[in-house]
């Protein structure tokens, strides 16, 4: 199990979580001063006026809410607001977006009653999401809609996602004997005013961009090895007199993974060779191409931007995002903008930003070993067929062509794409869990093109029958993939390769672990 509210809880923790489906525990402690947290409220808010337990909400907050409409009033805010529209979530960013609630409702700021995280904790064990639409929320008062379908599906209304099919949430509930949330004083507002729906989409978007990376540092190793290049573009001493922690890292990760290549080729035993001196024409290149010889420098700053990404989002996931902040330690109530969404946004941008980058990388790889005026090793298309007859990978690399074009144009980012709205209350927002939304479409897309590749290395190793001067790593690799992706001379319809292969890289726990 995965103690809730004990200490930060971690990125590989929330892996853990979506990825291994452990079990969420309540720490003790935590959900004592959640329980203090909500009897504080109770008692302090019985003789003023709080925004958002006896006011409207938003511009509405001048009107004053009547004693006997105050639990009504939270049910309304919640019905309201589960307007989202567009396609419906994975369950895997529901469960993901529950989290990430849940975590920061643990942190005993948000004035909730303590059935609240219990019921949280109960349908996150059960696998048991809710129907969230995509599109809605405009990142700041949080996640409003998409929040707000969460808070439906909490109060046993609206759909739920339960062994991939859609039900009435409240046939579940009754299912499972679970029973449905009781509005107590704000758990309405609390339950929509946060990021929880940027910040939980964001952390599965940096676990799965840390594996787009770990894959992109191996394929770019293997396509190294494939034209036999030379070593000391990713050497220690070429890296480490430029002071960049991701480059130095990706030399780190390329050297581990070529360390026992017989491929690989040493610059002083070949060009520098007295022999050679007398050459007007060289027929091997003094340099490799640039997105083979500039690896470290092209995914360094990805690297960087990854961890960068990481850190904040973290941060976030363990930060109360509330308005109002209810502090029973301090005795008050703090109103403010804690449910603003700039910091996930901007980083969720950044993060597309260089996973698109990735991608370009991947594409240029591929149509070096595609084109053989360039590599002048591989056949055209790397065919292994009858040329003119045959095909190869001409068509796949349409494919990927196109989708990286698609990434370059999702690049555009969100965090400098506000629209006031809400009678100009909300006149600057983040389109937080658009950015994050739009990044993993980055990322989905990125696997799409890093399996296109993968498969051409294949084909290309086959065709120079190379396979036993491999590294170890890359043979492994290629060993595993020709499981799924047998060799082909004939033409077949590819797709449903390219979909196995695609499950593969996206799943697989298999990829080098030198990166930190």
């Given at each position: ?5 004990h200490?930060?809880?971690?990125l590989?923790d929330?892996?853990?979580l979506i990825?291994?489906?452990?079990e ?10 959640v ?8 008692k302090?808010?019985?003789n ?11 511009p ?6 009547s004693?006997e ?9 919640i019905?309201?607001?589960?307007s989202g529209?567009?396609?419906?979530m994975?369950?895997l ?11 920061s409702l643990m ?5 909730v ?8 904790k109960?349908?996150?064990?059960k ?12 990142g ?6 998409q ?15 339960f062994?991939?099919?859609i ?12 029973k ?20 939980g989409?964001g952390?599965?978007?940096i ?17 190294n ?10 050497s ?32 002083s035993e ?6 050679n ?11 490799e191409?640039y ?6 420098q ?10 960068q ?27 403010g903008?804690?449910f603003h ?35 002048q ?12 007859l ?17 990434n370059?144009?999702l690049?555009?980012?969100?965090y ?7 009678n ?9 869990c658009n950015a994050a ?7 989905d897309?990125?696997f799409e ?21 491999l ?8 060993d ?10 004939e ?6 390769d ?13 990829f ?5």
């Amino acid at each position: 199990m995965i103690s809730v509210g004990h200490g930060m809880l971690s990125l590989d923790d929330f892996s853990e979580l979506i990825y291994k489906q452990k079990e969420i525990a309540l720490d003790k402690t935590a959900l004592h001063n959640v329980e203090v947290n909500f009897k504080f409220l109770k008692k302090f808010s019985s003789n003023k006026l709080i925004y958002g337990i006896n006011t409207g909400f938003g511009p509405m907050a001048q009107y004053k809410v009547s004693e006997e409409n105050m639990s009504q009033l939270q049910y309304n805010l919640i019905r309201s607001h589960a307007s989202g529209s567009g396609k419906l979530m994975p369950a895997l960013l529901a469960k993901a977006l529950m989290i990430a609630r849940l975590n920061s409702l643990m942190l005993a700021h948000s004035g909730v009653h303590t059935e609240v995280v219990e019921l949280l904790k109960e349908l996150i064990n059960k696998n048991i999401n809710p129907c969230i639409y995509e599109h809605g929320g405009v990142g700041a008062s949080g996640d409003l809609v998409q929040l707000a379908h969460l808070g439906l599906m909490l109060i046993g209304e609206g759909e739920v996602l339960f062994d991939d099919q859609i039900y009435p949430a409240i046939e579940i509930f009754n299912r499972f004997a679970i029973k449905p949330l009781s509005i107590h004083i704000r758990e309405g507002l609390a339950l929509l005013n946060g990021t929880s729906a940027m910040t939980g989409i964001g952390i599965i978007n940096i676990i799965q961009a840390k594996k787009l990376l770990n894959w992109s540092v191996l394929f770019s190793a293997m396509v190294n090895e494939i034209v036999e290049a030379y070593d000391d573009h990713y050497s220690l001493e070429l890296n480490r007199v430029k002071l960049h922690k991701g480059q130095n890292e990706i030399g780190v990760m390329m050297r581990e993974i070529l360390k026992d290549s017989k491929m690989i080729r040493d610059r002083s035993e070949h060009l520098y060779n007295p022999d050679n001196q007398d050459q007007e024409y060289f027929e091997d290149k003094v340099q490799e191409y640039y997105s083979l010889r500039c690896v470290t420098q092209v995914l360094g700053p990805v690297y960087d931007t990854i961890e960068q990404a990481e850190n904040v989002l973290v941060n976030e996931l363990n930060s109360v995002n509330d308005n109002p902040v209810i502090d029973h330690e301090n005795q008050n109530i703090y109103h403010g903008g804690n449910f603003h969404g700039d910091y996930v946004s901007l980083e969720m941008d950044k993060l597309k930003i260089a996973i698109t980058k990735l991608s370009m990388l991947s594409e240029r790889q591929l149509n070096y070993l595609l084109n053989n005026k360039l590599n002048q090793k591989l056949p055209p298309f790397v065919n292994l067929g009858v040329l003119g007859l045959n095909f190869g990978m001409q068509g796949m690399q349409f494919t990927a062509t196109s989708t990286v074009a698609e990434n370059q144009s999702l690049s555009f980012p969100m965090y400098v794409h506000s629209i006031p709205n809400n009678n100009d209350n909300q006149d600057i927002v983040s389109m937080g869990c658009n950015a994050a939304l739009m990044t993993k479409k980055v990322i989905d897309n990125s696997f799409e093109v890093l399996a296109i590749q993968l498969m051409t290395i294949l084909q290309a190793i086959d065709y120079l029958e190379c396979r036993d001067r491999l590294s170890a790593v890359s043979r492994a690799t290629y060993d595993e993939v020709r499981e799924i992706f047998p060799k082909f001379i004939e033409d077949l319809p590819k797709y449903k390769d390219l979909s196995r292969v695609k499950d593969f890289l996206e799943t697989s726990d298999n990829f080098i672990a030198v990166a930190k």
